[in-house]
């Protein structure tokens, strides 16, 4: 039994893949040919109150096969299996824990939404970018999709103005973005807020100023000072940004590049998953990649799958090599 924005998309591979979708909405009835069943389901999915993903339950074996689905066909899936009673689904539908039974909070970054997007355009015409815009504005979404039939070839542009209506023309120079730094775990950090420099050609350039002193800068073991400052670089869909941090005589003091999923831009925010490496360059020293042992950490706990964790070193590495060659 599948429910939410993902139902299309979600039918369309659970089908692919030998699964028989018993409970179907009316729509999803209509769209794949699903008659109703008296079989009741043994896995449910349904949306997260965020729309940032997915919850599973069901029969533990059934529900762990799903899951592994969704690794291999998902490449930056981040699945956390949880205890019951830690959250409940936004449908409604409620759950009392059972021997047997398992339960997952999964969360779609943006290269998954990309590829749930390609599954549902082939159920129906879809636009790239259609379930992120789907938690942003459902109505312009429809009206969009619903001129792609009679000109299919619009799709592109299509998906362009939408994001430019809903996104781009909010990111005007010297309002204020927020930072949702997603950990694998699911810890929500929200990074301080940034105040719009530039932005352009899908990237952006952000402000932020740092109060106090007395702690260290993540990872360049340099001290932070009254009247610091940090300029973030963020471009939509990058694998990772970059941090800059100041003194306030303007003078650097070091970079950080945080390793991601691809970055996300929404209405007032811009947001990502931390893959947990990093590479860190102080001023006059040598660039270096910390926190690899986070990173193994993230996918011994089954939240990060082994392609997404090579991905992030690979990154890792080729950033090490470029800040190396400007050295030269």
């Not at 299919?152 to 909010?170: C, G, N, S, T, V």
């Not at 997404?308 to 690979?314: G, N």
């Amino acid at each position: 039994m599948v429910r939410g924005i993902f139902t299309t998309a979600l039918t369309c591979l659970l089908k692919k893949k030998g699964f028989l979708i018993v409970v179907p909405s009316m729509i999803s009835a209509t769209r794949f040919g699903v008659k109703q069943s008296h079989n009741p389901p043994d896995v449910f999915v349904a949306d997260r109150e965020d729309r940032q993903g997915v919850y599973v339950e069901g029969e533990a074996e059934q529900a762990d096969t799903v899951i592994e689905i969704l690794r291999e066909n998902l490449l930056d899936v981040v699945v956390r299996e949880r205890t019951w009673g830690a959250s409940s689904f936004s449908s409604g539908l409620t759950f009392q824990g059972q021997l047997g039974r398992a339960f997952y909070d999964l969360e779609f970054p943006a290269e998954s939404k990309k590829t749930l997007d390609s599954l549902r355009n082939e159920v129906v015409p879809t636009i790239e970018g259609h379930h992120k815009f789907k938690m942003i504005s459902p109505h312009d979404v429809d009206d969009a999709e619903g001129k792609i039939g009679s000109s299919p070839q619009a799709r592109d542009e299509l998906a362009y103005d939408l994001k430019d209506k809903l996104i781009y023309q909010q990111y005007a120079l010297g309002t204020f973005l927020q930072i949702e730094h997603v950990k694998p775990n699911g810890h929500l950090i929200s990074l301080r807020e940034g105040e719009i420099l530039g932005y352009r050609n899908g990237k952006v350039s952000l402000k932020r100023k740092f109060h106090g002193s007395g702690s260290f800068y993540d990872g360049l073991e340099v001290p932070k000072e009254e009247g610091d400052y940090g300029i973030t670089e963020a471009q939509e869909d990058l694998w990772s940004l970059r941090h800059s941090y100041f003194g306030s005589d303007g003078q650097l003091k070091g970079e950080l590049y945080n390793i991601n999923t691809p970055v996300e831009f929404y209405p007032g925010k811009i947001r990502y998953v931390d893959l947990e490496v990093d590479v860190v360059k102080p001023v006059g020293q040598d660039p270096r990649i910390i926190d690899k042992d986070k990173l193994t950490e993230a996918v011994e706990e089954g939240h990060l799958n082994e392609r997404l964790a090579t991905k992030a070193f690979e990154i890792g590495q080729e950033l090490l090599k470029q800040l190396r060659e400007r050295q030269l």
